[in-house]
Antibody, heavy 122, light 107 residues
Framework: QVQLVQSGAEVKKPGASVKVSCKAS????????ISWVRQAPGQGLEWMGW????????NYAQKLQGRVTMTTDTSTSTAYMELRSLRSDDTAVYYC???????????????WGQGTMVTVSS | EIVLTQSPGTLSLSPGERATLSCRAS???????LAWYQQKPGQAPRLLIY???SRATGIPDRFSGSGSGTDFTLTISRLEPEDFAVYYC????????FGQGTKVEIK
């Protein structure tokens, strides 16, 4: 079946980096993109950015520009999200979600990963 | 950035009742690129409605979406026990944004 499976929970110290993976199966990975969404404890959903698995193009939320990098490995159908210079307010569940391979193509997020808890604490 | 404002923040209803959730955008949402998601505790969001009014695969017909421009509505015609959850609207016509959510709780 179509699914996205994410890597396990992480605990990081302030200033460190974290890299979360999202492995796709059940569909042609390069025909879609991946968006990343995070949710702080008890809070709403925040879109972080998008990457096309077709050509590697990216688009990041302005507030995270310079701290986030999204990549893909088409040989393993896996997307990655790296967040650097972690702060306590980066503590959240991080989700990947299937998106369009083209930016602004108007595609809702129909498949979601199970989420990865990232805790930033000294 | 398009800001989405959902109301009410919390809706207290009984099973079998009708739920009406509102989502208002700060500017017009292009091509009705408006979606609704349901999220239960400890779970990822689930897509319910896309294109403002189209049900996603496997979504029961008690869920319906309507609206255009800046005003959108999610209606649950008769609440089932499994429908008590948090609902988010999202616009995906430009840099995606989400509303702050409406919690539908058991009265």
């Amino acid at each position: 079946q179509v699914q996205l499976v994410q890597s396990g929970a992480e605990v990081k110290k302030p200033g460190a980096s974290v890299k979360v993976s999202c492995k796709a199966s059940g569909y042609t990975f390069t025909s879609y993109g991946i968006s990343w969404v995070r949710q702080a404890p008890g809070q709403g959903l925040e879109w972080m950015g998008w990457i096309s698995a077709y050509n590697g193009n990216t688009n990041y939320a302005q507030k995270l520009q310079g701290r986030v990098t999204m990549t893909t490995d088409t040989s393993t159908s896996t997307a990655y999200m790296e967040l650097r210079s972690l702060r306590s307010d980066d503590t959240a569940v991080y989700y990947c979600a299937r998106d369009s391979y083209n930016w602004n193509d108007g595609v809702a997020f129909d498949i979601w990963g199970q989420g990865t808890m990232v805790t930033v604490s000294s | 950035e398009i800001v989405l404002t959902q109301s009410p923040g919390t809706l207290s209803l009984s099973p079998g009742e009708r739920a009406t959730l509102s989502c208002r955008a700060s500017q017009s949402v292009s091509s009705s690129y408006l979606a609704w998601y349901q999220q239960k505790p400890g779970q990822a969001p689930r897509l319910l409605i896309y294109g403002a009014s189209s049900r996603a695969t496997g979504i029961p017909d008690r869920f319906s979406g309507s609206g255009s421009g800046t005003d959108f509505t999610l209606t649950i015609s008769r609440l089932e026990p499994e429908d008590f959850a948090v609902y988010y609207c999202q616009q995906y016509g430009s840099s995606p944004t989400f509303g702050q959510g409406t919690k539908v709780e058991i009265k």
